[in-house]
């Protein structure tokens, strides 16, 4: 277990897009201790999500939660959650605008448009299914963090008048 640094925009890791988790790897000690290290790296730094490209390790893990996070002093408590290889889509035509941060992107709270709902499929770290519709706030961390395992960074989205 080890906080690992977060790398920071303008590092070309960011954008590359990550590669799917091999079924092999599922529940295995390696994947454990990359999620540890996304556990506690996100702890150090009271981040609400981290996506593994953003410690450089360029695989499409995810994990986030909220317990009470000064960061996001509204936000509504949501359990750990780890997500692999996964993937959304929108449910319904709603779209919510919201400031937004990054641990990738220190200081800086941007609007971003995103799916108010949306239906997310992963797997989780043991490789079980993951099928399930999530809103508000959860589906705003979801939509951040897969953006994270496609290269695709905070800046690029925020809204434009
Ligand atoms: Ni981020």
Redesign the pocket.
Known sequence: MAVRPVLQLGDPRLRQPSAAVASEVLGTAQLAALIDDLRDTMAARAGA?L?AP?IAVPLRVVIFGITRNPRYPDAPPIPETILINPRWSPVGSEQTEALEG????AGMRLPVLRASRVHLIALSACGQRIDREVEGFEARIVQ??CD?LNGVL?PDRVASA
Not at 102 to 105: E, Q, R, T
């Open positions: 999500g996506a953003q990054c641990l990738s992107v951040h963090e994270h905070l």
